[in-house]
């Protein structure tokens, strides 16, 4: 069975400009949830979909929106993009009962220049 | 504020000895329990999970945790260290809203275990 998968893995964004991950989660999973891992801040939760609405939502800015789609595929869109907006981005999908493990892609590791 | 506790920031351990990363929460309610490694450049692998029932749990790689409610606590453990061992290691608890668990995440700093030969 196929890992999550998140691309791209690695992106280089000048400030001001946006930029949308994407994530394809397990087959089968209707779970998918974002978080930001920083070095100052450690894991931080973003958001989770589950069958394609937003079932929990973190402590961030507007700037930072997802979406899913009926495939369970997942994107999440940071706009006007700030120098601390620099990090790994990991997603991790899961069946969606609350009581089950999530599994984790590689990352997509933003930079803002 | 829901919150987790990893107080050491690095645990040193020689191989073949037995190792302890901790970790206290601070959640109300009944959260589930979880520990995750990173190694470098790479996402989270799930280790095991508290849910409910017996107090010791078992996981991958020989890893085991300890659940202890009465000190909000979920130490990870293994009886014999591997260098490969060597990783980043995270304690989660799902956030509770309400008198329910929900599928947000909240991570303690993390805990890099350094196993020398």
């Known amino acids: 069975k196929a890992g999550v998968t998140q691309t791209p893995r690695y992106l280089i964004k000048t400030r001001g400009q946006q930029v949308t991950l994407s994530c394809s989660p397990i087959s089968g999973h209707r779970s998918v949830s974002w978080y930001q891992q920083t070095p100052g801040q450690g894991l931080q939760f973003l958001f989770e979909?589950?069958?394609?609405?937003?079932?929990n939502k973190g402590n961030f800015p507007g700037r930072f929106s997802g979406r899913q789609f009926s495939n369970s595929r997942s994107e999440m869109n940071v706009s006007t993009l700030e120098l601390g907006d620099s990090a790994l981005y990991l997603c991790a999908s899961s069946p969606g009962q609350v009581n089950t493990e999530a599994f984790f892609g590689q990352g997509t590791r933003l930079t803002v220049v | 504020a829901q919150s987790v506790a990893q107080p050491e920031d690095q645990v040193n351990v020689a191989e073949g000895n037995p190792l302890t990363v901790k970790c206290t929460y601070s959640v109300s309610g009944n959260p589930y329990l979880f520990w995750y490694v990173q190694y470098p450049n790479r996402g989270l692998q799930f280790l095991l999970k508290?849910?409910?029932?017996?107090?010791l749990v078992k996981g991958s790689y020989g890893f085991e945790a300890e659940f202890n409610k009465s000190q909000t606590s979920f130490h990870l453990k293994k009886p014999s260290a591997l260098v490969s061992d060597s990783a980043l290691y995270f304690c989660?608890?799902?956030?509770?809203?309400?008198?329910?668990?929900?599928?947000?995440?909240?991570f303690g700093q993390g805990t890099t275990l350094q196993v020398k030969p």
């Open positions: 979909y589950f069958s394609e609405t937003q079932r």
């Open positions: 508290y849910i409910t029932g017996d107090n």
């Open positions: 989660a608890v799902s956030a509770v809203r309400g008198s329910s668990n929900t599928g947000k995440l909240i």
